[in-house]
């Protein structure tokens, strides 16, 4: 029987059962076994990683493992610089766009509120979600790893973090997204672009303390909803002004 042996590095070996953790172990080869498929068999979504070596050297998905071969799997930004090398992702996305699953819901808020597109529904199914990213080149966001799993799906982040603000730290990180926040630009509810609104335009629909208070206003074209430099407003860029770059 055809064995490989395989070494998953840095937080890969989350998804790993315990005794595969950071070390080498063999693992006996499907037929014809593709390197996508041994390395989701083993419990890993594709999404998760970034460069696959297989006896030293990069490969794509499809390359087809064979008897003695060893393979090595890096996540993103893995210490070691892969810059140079073929990675397993030829397309990264040009702009960022997430849909994020029925379980983060906090998250997506988050991400939309730093000014990134975000779909959102808490009643979309699996299917639902890898159509969507496939079709509109959305990143995934996500804690169920079989979602990740699936075929459509080219661009995906497991998410690990469980409370909201730490995961919008994660995706920050993760995904390098600092420079291209632009905090309070879309509508926290519809994720639509807010425009300005004339203040006066403004000064009949909020109420007179506000209108009399502030001068700058935005509004959703889709639910109508006004936003101002508030209280709330104060409290977003405060939770947000560690993630971003020194102005
Ligand atoms: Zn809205």
Redesign the pocket.
Known sequence: MATATFRFYEELNDFLVPARRRQSFSCTLARAAATKHMIEALGVPHTEVELVLVNGESCDFDRQLRDGDRVAVYPKFEALDITPLLRVREHPLRTVRFVADAHLGGLARLLRMSGFDTLYDNHFEDRAIAEIAATEQRIVLSRDRELLKRREITHGCYVHAQRSALQLREIFERLDLARSARPLTL?L??N?PLRPLDAALAGARVPPAVASRYRRFST?D??G?IYWEGSHWRRMRAMLAPLLPAS
């Open positions: 509508c509810h519809c639509t959703c889709s639910c909803r």
